[in-house]
């Protein structure tokens, strides 16, 4: 059973700039989740993917967008980057199953450093 | 204030100690109370997850919630310097799935010496 990827690793980016991150989710998982952790913070919730839906957004701008595709794999995209837009970014995927817990598994994720 | 808050350390102990990670939160909606540990470089991992009020003991690990003061505990029995990493509680309303976002705290990082 393969786990989450992430790519890239890292990326360096300037102001203004555009940006795609790629998560390739679990075997099995058919919902991506995106987190934003900054240094020394906890994951922020960007927003969450089910069945190529986004289902569910956090308190983000809309710069900030996604898409899922039929593979269950995801893409996060950032437009106009910022400076405060340095952080990890997390890939956490999960089998949808309303009635009951499920784990969201994470990926290692990508260090963006927008200069 | 933030929905949920973490002592964000550092906290140093020897190898053998008992170690106590706390968090404490706003939110009384919250329902489903988790622990992460993550590695430096890594990706958080799920370490236990408590739904409502209780207690939950998984080895060297003990969660427990205490719903009417708003406020989680994990206590790591024996710790071993290969628990040194940085420790995240986390909260949802719902069940974690289906749109409902994980609250994160910032992380209590931890350094267990030999």
């Known amino acids: 059973e393969t786990g989450v990827t992430q790519s890239p690793t890292h990326l360096i980016k300037t102001r203004g700039q555009q940006v795609t991150l790629r998560c390739s989710s679990q075997?099995?998982?058919?919902?991506v989740s995106w987190y934003q952790q900054a240094l020394g913070q906890g994951p922020q919730f960007i927003f969450q993917?089910?069945?190529?839906?986004?289902?569910g957004r956090g308190n983000f701008p809309p710069r900030f967008s996604g898409l899922q595709f039929p593979n269950y794999s995801s893409e996060l995209n950032v437009n106009a980057l910022e400076l405060d837009d340095s952080a990890l970014y997390l890939c956490?995927?999960?089998?949808?199953?309303?009635?009951?817990?499920?784990?969201?598994?994470f990926g290692p994720g990508t260090r963006l450093t927008v200069l | 204030q933030k929905e949920v808050e973490q002592d964000p350390g550092p906290l140093s102990v020897p190898e053998g100690a008992i170690v106590s990670l706390n968090c404490t939160y706003s939110?009384?909606?919250?329902?489903?109370f988790m622990w992460y540990r993550q590695y430096s470089r890594k990706g958080p991992e799920l370490l236990m997850y408590?739904?409502?009020?209780g207690n939950k003991e998984d080895g060297r690990f003990t969660a427990q919630v205490d719903k009417s003061s708003k406020y989680i505990s994990l206590f790591i029995r024996d710790s071993q310097p290969s628990d040194s990493a940085t420790y995240l509680c986390?909260?949802?309303?719902?069940?974690?799935?289906?749109?409902?976002?994980?609250?994160f705290g910032k992380g209590t990082t931890l350094s267990v010496s030999s």
């Open positions: 956490a995927s999960s089998l949808e199953l309303q009635s009951s817990y499920n784990e969201q598994f």
């Open positions: 939110n009384s909606a919250f329902q489903y």
């Open positions: 408590t739904y409502s009020s």
């Open positions: 075997s099995g998982h058919n919902t």
């Open positions: 986390a909260m949802s309303a719902a069940v974690p799935a289906a749109g409902t976002a994980l609250i």
């Open positions: 993917y089910y069945r190529e839906e986004e289902n």
